[in-house]
């Protein structure tokens, strides 16, 4: 049996609090080519979620401590469709289908969510990365967090 307890995400938090991304994660799947991906994710407020699709797999979101605002943008990738608040003030449970350009931004220290994707894991090719986001370390990364934080639908980052 797999649990995750209060303790298990303080402690996820307090990692993520340190790491130079923001973001740490526990894996219930045995193994990165399992056919299905379950993982608790924490990510502090600065944490950069690079706007991406997930072609091959609907993604599933569970808060289970925390806030933060999914951001959906169009087909292309580019121009902001909608923006959802999940966890405190908002839904617990969130599906997406796949092939879905989106975002993520973390509104609340402590935010741990839980994802369920189809396997085996891959590293997000560069096609399924949105071309116009800046990548993690670029100097652009704060200006894209302060777009995220405050877009609304029609929005597009410049």
């Known amino acids: 049996m797999k649990t995750l307890t209060q303790q298990d995400l303080a402690d996820l938090s307090a990692k993520a ?3 130079p991304r923001l973001r740490a994660h526990h894996n219930l799947h045995e193994q990165l080519d399992d056919g299905i991906q379950r993982l608790a994710i924490a ?3 600065d944490t950069y979620v690079r706007p991406h699709r997930h072609p091959g797999s609907p993604e599933l979101l ?7 605002d999914w951001i959906e943008f169009d087909a292309a990738g580019e121009t902001v469709v909608a923006r959802h ?8 449970v969130f599906e ?4 879905t350009w989106h975002s993520v931004v973390s509104l609340q220290p402590g935010t741990v969510v839980f994802e369920v994707k189809r396997g085996p894991y891959q590293p997000i090719p560069p096609a399924d990365l949105a071309a116009w986001a800046p990548a993690e370390g670029d100097a652009r990364v704060a200006d894209m967090l302060a ?3 405050g877009c ?5 980052f410049a």
Not at 85 to 92: S, T, V
Not at 96 to 99: D, G, V
């Open 17 to 19: 609090a340190c790491a």
């Open 43 to 45: 990510m502090e407020p």
């Open 62 to 68: 569970i808060v289970l401590n925390g806030a933060l």
């Open 85 to 92: 608040r999940l966890g405190e003030g908002g839904a617990r």
């Open 96 to 99: 997406m289908a796949a092939n």
């Open 147 to 149: 777009f995220l934080r």
């Open 152 to 156: 609304q639908p029609g929005a597009r």
